[in-house]
């Protein structure tokens, strides 16, 4: 049956793609200070929250790499460009500039949306665990885990 096959190589791809933007976001916390940390997921937020809100708009969903504000932020910090892989976009060049770019797809919004729900929810539990005076990580301890292998995804507008 080919929309079992089709529901289940998407499935397939959610669960690959939740495993790699929490790889990528335990990366970003463990190899950064607080304040880089907390900025990456700010950028990555605004990111992808951009494209969400605009999902017509090309230039949302192309990012030049040498781009100096997003490369400070976000690009070149250690985990960051994972997370942006991870939440699928891919690497593509054009007259010798390198560019991250998120073409429209069936897999393309429910990863994307999925990547900015636990950016958010990483980032809010950060933002908490500092307003108590904690210094708990914001990754672990069962939350981005758990929701990952719950198989739980934010709903999704149809494409």
Not at 143 to 157: D, F, I, R, Y
Request: net charge positive; proline share 6%.
């Amino acid at each position: 049956n080919l929309t079992n096959n089709h529901a289940s190589s998407s499935a397939a791809a959610a669960s690959a793609a939740s495993s790699s933007w929490i790889a990528s976001i335990a990366k970003l916390r463990m190899s950064n200070d607080g304040p880089t940390y907390r900025t990456a997921l700010v950028t990555a937020d605004k990111l992808l929250g951009n494209i969400i809100s605009h999902p017509m708009e090309e230039k949302y969903r192309t990012i030049k790499r040498s781009n100096p504000a997003f490369s400070k932020r976000l690009g070149a910090v250690a985990g960051g460009s994972e997370l942006i892989l991870a939440s699928g976009f891919t690497v593509d060049s054009k007259d010798g500039v390198e560019y991250y770019v998120l073409r429209p797809s069936a897999d393309a919004w429910p990863r994307l949306v999925g990547t900015r729900t636990e950016v958010k929810r990483v980032l809010e539990e950060y933002d908490r665990s500092r307003m108590v005076g904690g210094g708990a990580s914001a990754v672990g301890g069962g939350g981005a885990s758990a929701t990952a292998s719950a198989g739980m995804m934010p709903p999704v507008p149809p494409v």
